[in-house]
Each structure stands twice: as structure tokens, then as C-alpha cells.
T-cell receptor
Framework: GEDVEQSLFLSVREGDSSVINCTYTDSSSTYLYWYKQEPGAGLQLLTYIFSNMDMKQDQRLTVLLNKKDKHLSLRIADTQTGDSAIYFCAEKSGYSTLTFGKGTMLLVSP | GAVVSQHPSRVICKSGTSVKIECRSLDFQATTMFWYRQFPKQSLMLMATSNEGSKATYEQGVEKDKFLINHASLTLSTLTVTSAHPEDSSFYIC????????????FGQGTRLTVV
């Protein structure tokens, strides 16, 4: 089956930029997503990008997509302690359901 | 944006009892909803696709007699964990949306089920 891989843990200091990376295997992916999950809560959609785009910026969030390498990244500028959470990368093609990575735990220290 | 509401957020039940979890789409009609299970430090595992007015489609390895899904209306899907056992303890999340032409998939808040 299709696979989505992400690093499991990232630690940064408040005010620094965070970059969370993700790779996927499905070359027919149509949409790629980033979700945030705080402890004990559901998933919050942060942003998504169509596969025909290579960059999307939304306030402090920048998504970069390298379709050739099947690599997706999420950059959080000026990271705050409230950004501490688990971030899931996910991909979807056509009518298929979402395929998630295992999540990256982001820890932001003061 | 669209909102999906899941209830309850936490439930503790005794072994052998059944637990029902509700998933509602609050401001859009969802012909399809999805039920996921999340183990600690693991990704979300799709359990089943809930289809309004018809039978749910279960993923391989998911027991349909144990995890009963009912999608009686365009805004409500329910997951019933029957004869619950401690190994069913987990975090269950539903989602709606994410259809072709609708990029966003909206998730409920999740339900933490603990079977004692």
C-alpha cells in the first residue's frame, strides 16, 4: 500500500523556525495535508496543497512540495510554545481516503 | 469552516458492555464519514467508511460485528463498540469531507475509550 513517512520528533526554541518533513510514495497524490493534534484532541487541518503547486504560504506556515522527490515540508515561522503538538502529514488521491504519517511531535521550549 | 462534532469525548466502560460514539457534521451534509482508530504514538488507522443509507465498508482486519457503524442520516454516523474488551481501549476519531472536489477533511474531537 501507499506509505507516508515523517520524522518522529523535533525540538526547537521559542522564536526559531520549525521545519517538519514528510515523504510519500503515491505518485498519484492529488492533495497533501498538514494536521495538528494537541493532546487528547482531534485533528485540526492546518493547511493543504494541491499536487500541481510547489509552495503555499499562510501567515506563519509555509508548505513546500517537491513532487519529483515526493517530499513535503511544513515550516512554522517564529515558533511559539502553543505550537507544541503532533503534526501529521497526509496524502489523498482521487476518491481514496487519507493516508497518514505517524506524526511528528514538536516540542517548543521557552 | 465546516465542523464535525464527536461525542462523547471520554468514556470509561466495563468489559462486556457496549459503547456508542456519535459523529455529527454540523453545517454540511456528509454522505460519507470515516472512522479512525489511533494507538499511542501511532498514526491513524482507517477502520471503516460509513455510507449514508447503506452498509459501511470495513478495512481488512476490522471486525464488522464488533464495530457496528450506522449512518442513518446525512449528518450523523455512529460507531458502536460491542462487548468491549480492554484491548479496545483507544482513541477513536471520525471525519467527514475530503471527497473528490472537496479538499478538506474535517475531524471530530475524538473519543478516548477506556475499557476496564
Amino acid at each position: 500500500g501507499e506509505d507516508v513517512e515523517q520524522s518522529l520528533f523535533l525540538s526547537v526554541r521559542e522564536g526559531d523556525s520549525s521545519v517538519i518533513n514528510c515523504t510519500y510514495t503515491d505518485s498519484s497524490s492529488t492533495y497533501l495535508y498538514w494536521y495538528k493534534q494537541e493532546p487528547g484532541a482531534g485533528l485540526q487541518l492546518l493547511t493543504y496543497i494541491f499536487s500541481n503547486m510547489d509552495m503555499k504560504q499562510d501567515q506563519r506556515l509555509t508548505v513546500l512540495l517537491n513532487k519529483k522527490d515526493k517530499h513535503l515540508s511544513l515550516r512554522i515561522a517564529d515558533t511559539q510554545t502553543g505550537d507544541s503538538a503532533i503534526y501529521f502529514c497526509a496524502e489523498k488521491s482521487g476518491y481514496s481516503t487519507l493516508t497518514f504519517g505517524k506524526g511528528t511531535m514538536l516540542l517548543v521550549s521557552p | 469552516g465546516a465542523v464535525v462534532s464527536q461525542h462523547p469525548s471520554r468514556v470509561i466502560c466495563k468489559s462486556g458492555t457496549s459503547v456508542k460514539i456519535e459523529c455529527r457534521s454540523l453545517d454540511f451534509q456528509a454522505t460519507t464519514m470515516f472512522w479512525y482508530r489511533q494507538f499511542p504514538k501511532q498514526s491513524l488507522m482507517l477502520m471503516a467508511t460509513s455510507n449514508e443509507g447503506s452498509k459501511a465498508t470495513y478495512e481488512q482486519g476490522v471486525e464488522k460485528d464488533k464495530f457496528l457503524i450506522n449512518h442513518a442520516s446525512l449528518t450523523l454516523s455512529t460507531l458502536t463498540v460491542t462487548s468491549a474488551h480492554p484491548e479496545d481501549s483507544s482513541f477513536y476519531i471520525c471525519s467527514a469531507g475530503g471527497r473528490r472536489g472537496v479538499a478538506e477533511a474535517f475531524f471530530g474531537q475524538g473519543t478516548r475509550l477506556t475499557v476496564v
